[in-house]
């Protein structure tokens, strides 16, 4: 199994201003991904976070509004830029185990987002 | 396209049996997670089917009919707590998921 840590675990920003959220695996994973779960709906995958490379972004974000990074296989970072209201929403890290005794989806415990 | 369609809400009676049903039509297929999700929290894992065929864990089971794009998750002896939505996602080409809309479960006494 893994135990995925996130930071900050909730925040109020203003209207223009940019936020880091930090993800932290207890070990080595091949898969992270970053979701959104806006107030009363699913999740919404936003982009899968690539150890080395640039995130593949799903339609309807991009890497201008969403930069991630990934230094390593345990850790990961998603900026929510230039916020809006629109932008109030859990923001939610996961990652993915392959192999063993079969696949698993780990997630973080969320980091709620209010935009003043 | 990605389409993933699950029933809005369901309710049932504690210690009963409850189906929540998922149909999905994805341009890929690895497999499909079953989440459990309480209010407020991040969702937790249930089950992850590949094969076609019923999987059992304890009071919930998991099935998938890949042919008929067709899963369902199964949980028996209701109790209180089982009251959560559940999500029912695609793990699709790429290794990327896709979630359905949720279930939201009511258990009553």
């Known amino acids: 199994s893994a135990v995925i840590s996130q930071k900050p675990s909730r925040d109020i920003c203003q209207r223009g201003t940019s936020l880091t959220i930090q993800c932290q695996v207890d070990?080595?994973?091949?898969?992270m991904f970053w979701y959104r779960q806006q107030p009363g709906q699913s999740l919404t995958l936003i982009a899968t976070a690539n150890q080395g490379s640039e995130a593949t972004y799903e339609s309807g974000f991009v890497i201008d509004k969403f930069p991630i990074s990934r230094p390593n296989l345990t850790f990961s970072t998603l900026t929510v830029s230039n916020m809006s209201p629109e932008d109030s929403s859990i923001y939610l890290c996961?990652?993915?185990?392959?192999?063993?005794?079969?696949?698993?989806?780990?997630f973080g415990p969320g980091t709620r987002l209010t935009v003043l | 396209g990605q389409n993933i369609d699950q029933p809005t809400e369901m309710t049932a009676t504690e210690g009963a049996i409850v189906q929540i049903n998922c149909t999905y039509q994805?341009?890929?297929?690895?497999?499909l997670f079953w989440y459990q999700q309480h209010a407020g929290e991040a969702p937790t894992f249930l089950s992850y089917?590949?094969?076609?065929g019923l999987e059992e864990k304890g009071r919930f089971s998991s099935f998938l009919s890949r042919s008929k794009g067709y899963s369902y998750l199964l949980l028996k002896e209701l109790q209180m707590k089982d009251s959560a939505s559940y999500l029912c996602a695609v793990d699709g080409y790429g290794q990327n998921f896709v979630f359905g809309p949720g279930t939201r479960l009511s258990v009553l006494p």
């Open positions: 089917n590949v094969l076609d």
């Open positions: 070990s080595q994973v091949t898969m």
């Open positions: 996961s990652a993915h185990l392959a192999g063993g005794v079969g696949d698993e989806q780990f």
């Open positions: 994805t341009s890929g297929f690895n497999g």
